[in-house]
């Protein structure tokens, strides 16, 4: 235990009084006074007696005399000390608690999860639940992060203070922090996405606010990067590159404070429907911009693209798929069949085709996640390869579920009834492995029938809206400045 000030003024105060000689010498006893005889008692003698009595009484009169405004000084100064003493004693009280909670090791991902797992979510109706940092639901209090450990998330830590009572040694960094929590990799375009995407509703929501900063944690672990691609999306809507904060050259045990901090750590959990789609819709906007792209398609034009993957997922016959797509585009009036490999297309080269596409044609894996590029309401057209259906667990529907997110419209997957055999009974998740990294096959005839009916539907469609000319505006994004 620390002793207080307090205490060991006061501890000083008695020593001090203590210490005080008494007024009255110890020698003098009133008694000898009538018992001693030899005294020799004259009024000379009390005349010297009463002078010094007269000194002393004068001596101690002349300080007395100015006590009040010393009382007064003091009583000011006082105050300032328990003012700062308080101060200190906030600043003492800062908490720190590990920003990984093993506790929640088995149920990370809910309620509070087992990041920051003691704090509450914000959360309005259909809206994204996220903290800020300083709120009144933090009571005024700001965000203080300490340690940077890139291993263990419960080697790193989190506290509320006071602004004006920071822990000792702490660093405020100004402006806003998105401070964002990701269950998988920021390399993963799809997570990378998820993860990134409430901070986008939140800007959007809240004036436009631009982040100075981002942390990025995985598990509580500090994360120095994230994918190009994300880095991308994320200049291009908040108009600036992204700026990931990594503490350099502040002390591992010393705090860092923000002025101002978003926490999310739900991905677009909470949030409905329509406010999802305004928010792809501001990502979409922004990315075009930044990309200069033009969107001045005829309103009858139907762009078809072919998004291939190499290795794991890819078609086992890709001049095969691409044959039998370039006939039945070419089946129909103003329809444009475009191929390309998501590896070797740059951000820009993406938002463009994406721009230019009402159908989007590719096998599952993270390259779909460009899909909330093309305008509303577009196509998608998924593939798997055989096995993935009973092993592959709900990781297989999230392109159904950003495609309804970001108001396109899925049109089905076609799973591969063919494949390597598996030695495992067919649902045995040993055989994941091998169908993980499996190659598509195709099948002419349901191919064709489903081009077809896709295209015949995306047809109808651009004649009603051409008609109705409802089209999508091209107006300016909802955050442009
Ligand atoms: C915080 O509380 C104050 C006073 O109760 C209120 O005026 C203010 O609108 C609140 N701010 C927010 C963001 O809720
Ligand atoms: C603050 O930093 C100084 C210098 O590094 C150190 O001596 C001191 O102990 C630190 N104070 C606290 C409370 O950690
Ligand atoms: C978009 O156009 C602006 C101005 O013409 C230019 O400065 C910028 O480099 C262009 N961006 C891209 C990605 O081509
Ligand atoms: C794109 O990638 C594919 C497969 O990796 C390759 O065959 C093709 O030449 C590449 N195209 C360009 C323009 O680099
Ligand atoms: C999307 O399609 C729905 C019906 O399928 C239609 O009501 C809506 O207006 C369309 N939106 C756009 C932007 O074309
Ligand atoms: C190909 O698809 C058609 C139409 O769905 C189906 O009848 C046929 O059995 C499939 N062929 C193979 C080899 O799977």
Redesign the pocket.
């Known amino acids: 235990m620390e002793k207080s000030p307090q205490a060991s003024e006061r501890h000083h105060s008695t020593l001090h009084s203590s210490n005080i000689p008494p007024l009255i010498p110890k020698s003098y006893n009133p008694k000898t006074k009538h018992n001693n005889l030899s005294f020799n008692y004259s009024p000379k003698h009390s005349i010297i007696i009463l002078l010094i009595c007269l000194t002393i009484f004068l001596l101690f009169q002349i300080p007395s005399l100015e006590y009040p405004p010393e009382i007064k000084s003091s009583i000011v100064k006082k105050d300032d000390e328990s003012t700062t003493t308080a101060e200190e004693k906030l600043r003492h009280a800062v908490t720190f608690l590990p920003l990984k909670d093993l506790r929640y090791s088995s149920t990370a991902l809910q309620g509070h999860t087992w990041f920051m797992s003691s704090m509450y979510d914000t959360h309005d109706e259909g809206d994204v639940q996220y903290q800020k940092f300083p709120s009144n639901e933090s009571k005024g209090r700001v965000l203080c992060i300490k340690g940077h450990d890139t291993h263990d998330g419960s080697w790193n830590y989190y506290a509320l203070a006071w602004p004006n009572a920071l822990p000792h040694n702490a660093t405020l960094m100004k402006g806003v922090t998105f401070v964002s929590y990701n269950h998988y990799n920021y390399d993963n375009i799809w997570h990378g996405l998820s993860a990134v995407f409430p901070f986008v509703a939140w800007h959007m929501k809240n004036g436009c606010k631009l982040p100075s900063r981002w942390v990025l944690y995985h598990w509580g672990e500090l994360r120095a990067k994230m994918s190009l691609w994300l880095s991308l999306v994320l200049q291009a809507t908040f108009d600036a590159p992204v700026n990931i904060e990594l503490f350099e050259g502040i002390e591992d045990e010393n705090p860092v404070c923000f002025e101002e901090a978003v926490v999310m750590r739900h991905n677009e959990g909470g949030m409905s429907r329509q406010r999802r789609m305004e928010t792809y819709d501001l990502i979409r906007c922004k990315a075009r911009m930044?990309?200069?792209v033009s969107v001045d398609r005829k309103a009858d034009e139907i762009g078809m693209t072919l998004l291939m993957r190499t290795g794991a997922r890819s078609f086992k016959n890709d001049a095969a798929v691409i044959d039998i797509f370039k006939t039945e585009c070419d089946n129909f009036k103003n329809c444009d069949l475009f191929v390309a490999y998501s590896n070797n297309l740059t951000f820009?080269e993406q938002v463009e085709l994406m721009s230019a596409t009402d159908i989007l044609v590719s096998p599952h894996g993270a390259q779909l996640t460009n899909m909330f590029l093309m305008d509303r309401n577009s196509s998608i057209m998924e593939f798997f390869p055989k096995g993935w259906l009973k092993l592959a667990g709900v990781g297989q529907y999230v392109y159904q579920w950003i495609a309804s997110w970001s108001g396109m419209k899925h049109q089905g997957a076609y799973r591969d009834p063919n494949g390597e055999p598996c030695p495992y009974p067919e649902d045995d998740r040993r055989c994941m492995s091998i169908f993980k990294g499996g190659k598509i096959g195709h099948n002419d005839t349901y191919f064709r029938e489903w081009a077809r009916n896709v295209l015949n539907e995306v047809q109808t469609s651009k004649i009603e809206v051409a008609t109705t000319n409802k089209g999508p505006t091209t107006s300016g994004c909802a955050c442009t400045l």
């Open positions: 930044f990309c200069n820009c």
